[in-house]
């Protein structure tokens, strides 16, 4: 044998073995793809959440969603920081029937009877709250903040809801509940990576997420960075601890933005700060994600475009805000010439007035012309706003997070497209 053959017959063995090994792994990649679409990658530690729970395997039945509002009780409330702000409310049905399910991220809308602060009488309010924990076969719960009247302000009232909630809201209280809605949820179609950003109480959606996931057993990267500004505002610290010490596929990034004396880096939380783009990047290894994002309006406006500009494709950006009209995507049309105007018509009140190009939403310029609308959450999320359109178009100012029937509009979050009617 002639040492060319020799070197040839190495470099079939080399290139045969190299052929094996490839197709070795590749085997073990498709096996894992599989076992992940079946959900049989069981984390070896399954937690319990912070609450009473159904076992992970056991499902939540999908059609007991009920129409309109419906009794619930408070079962029990906890407060959950160190500030006395957030408190929890478990809430079961008064008709004992199962609970209909959510995706993690999903919200309940209240309609509650509160006293005007101004007027004393008795109004209806409507309000959303997050679910805050993964669907439970036997109670919802949602974690509320309360919110004060901003500062130097003090002719204006503190939040009626929140507060309302704080101050009345006792076990054995009673309250009317819209079934789980809402856009914003975890997407479980497509098993990529997981980064969720929660600011302040912004993390209510994101508790969902993060316990469903980390519950179903998938191991499914998840990255968690919940910015607060010290530890008197973090809730779940030791939940949150405790998954993130059991599951190695869960990546806890606490930040604090105003740390207290005794919070200490490294122990009590990750980062000095707040959650920015320069921190997700520092920390994140380069590849595809989903982003989930809630919190406050400068952390919202400032992380989303930051996201999308850092080259992560809007379709992998999920977003809720909380407040009215928190992330405006399109600004307002200003009328083109001075002569252009738009007449909208409240066919039932028989008033046709021209358009204020200064007024935010139809909903603004109804109440500044006192027609009589119905309004909840100024956020296109709880759908009381909803109205028929009976002529003309409207554009929106951030996509609805409900359903709205067809020829019809949210006017809280909606202006007019051109002369418009309205059933109102
Ligand atoms: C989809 C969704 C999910 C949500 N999830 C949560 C959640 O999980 N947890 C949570 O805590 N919140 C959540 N929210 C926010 C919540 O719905 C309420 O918006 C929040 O509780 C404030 O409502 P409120 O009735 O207490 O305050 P409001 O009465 O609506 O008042 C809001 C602010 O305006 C001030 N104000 C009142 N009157 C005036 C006035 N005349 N002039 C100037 N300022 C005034 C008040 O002092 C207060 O600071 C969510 C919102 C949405 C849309
Ligand atoms: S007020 Fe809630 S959707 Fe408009």
């Known amino acids: 044998m002639t040492t060319v053959t020799l070197a040839l017959i190495i470099l079939a063995v080399i290139i045969v073995q190299v052929a094996i090994v490839m197709l070795l792994g590749l085997y073990r990649r498709k096996r894992q793809f599989h076992d992940l679409d079946k959900g049989i990658h069981r984390a070896e530690n399954i937690p319990q959440s912070n609450t009473t729970t159904r076992s992970s395997t056991e499902p939540l039945s999908s059609n007991h969603a009920w129409d309109g509002f419906k009794e619930f009780v408070v079962q029990r409330r906890e407060i959950e920081d160190g500030n006395n702000s957030i408190c929890s409310f478990y809430l079961v049905p008064t008709d004992n029937k199962p609970l ?12 509650l009877q509160i006293e005007d602060p101004e007027t004393h009488k008795s109004k209806s309010v409507v309000r959303c709250y997050s679910l805050s924990d993964a669907p439970r076969a036997d109670h919802y719960r949602v974690s509320i903040k309360r919110i004060p009247a901003p500062a130097n302000q003090a002719d204006v009232p503190a939040g009626l809801s929140s507060s309302f909630f704080h101050d009345h809201v006792q076990e054995d209280s009673r309250l009317l509940v819209k079934a789980p809605s809402g856009h914003f949820h975890l997407m479980e ?10 600011g302040g109480i912004g993390i209510t959606p994101m508790l969902s997420i993060l316990n469903t996931v980390l519950e179903s057993g998938i191991k499914r990267e998840i990255w968690l960075y919940y910015g607060v500004r010290n530890g008197d505002e973090l809730i779940m610290k030791q939940h949150l601890q405790t998954l993130a010490s059991i599951h190695d596929n869960f ?8 740390p207290n004396e005794n919070d200490v880096e490294g122990v009590d939380y990750q980062h000095n700060g707040q ?21 406050p309006k400068p952390m919202m406006e400032s992380l989303v475009p930051g996201l999308e500009d850092w080259g992560v494709d809007s379709g992998d950006i999920y977003y809720e805000s909380f407040g009215p009209a928190t992330l405006i995507q399109h600004k307002k049309a200003a009328p083109a010439t001075s002569t252009q105007s738009i007449t909208v018509t ?10 204020d190009f200064s007024a935010d939403s139809l909903l603004e310029f109804a109440e ?9 959450c100024r956020a296109g999320s709880c759908g009381s706003c909803q109205t028929a359109v009976k002529a003309g178009e409207v554009d929106y100012n951030q ?6 029937e ?6 809280c979050i909606s202006t007019p497209k051109c002369d418009l009617t309205l059933d109102a």
């Open 100 to 111: 209909a399910t959510f995706r993690p991220g999903q919200f309940l809308s209240f309609k």
């Open 368 to 376: 500044a012309n006192d027609i009589e609308v119905e309004s909840g």
């Open 189 to 198: 179609e497509e098993p990529l990576p997981i980064v969720l950003v929660g």
């Open 275 to 295: 959650v920015t783009i320069p921190l997700l990047r520092a920390t994140l290894k380069l590849m595809r994600y989903q982003f989930y994002v809630c919190g």
């Open 399 to 404: 996509a609805p997070d409900t359903d709205v």
């Open 251 to 258: 990546h806890l990034h606490l930040c604090y933005s105003a």
């Open 346 to 355: 409240f066919s039932r009140s028989g008033k046709s007035i021209p358009w």
């Open 406 to 411: 067809p020829e019809h509009c949210l006017l």
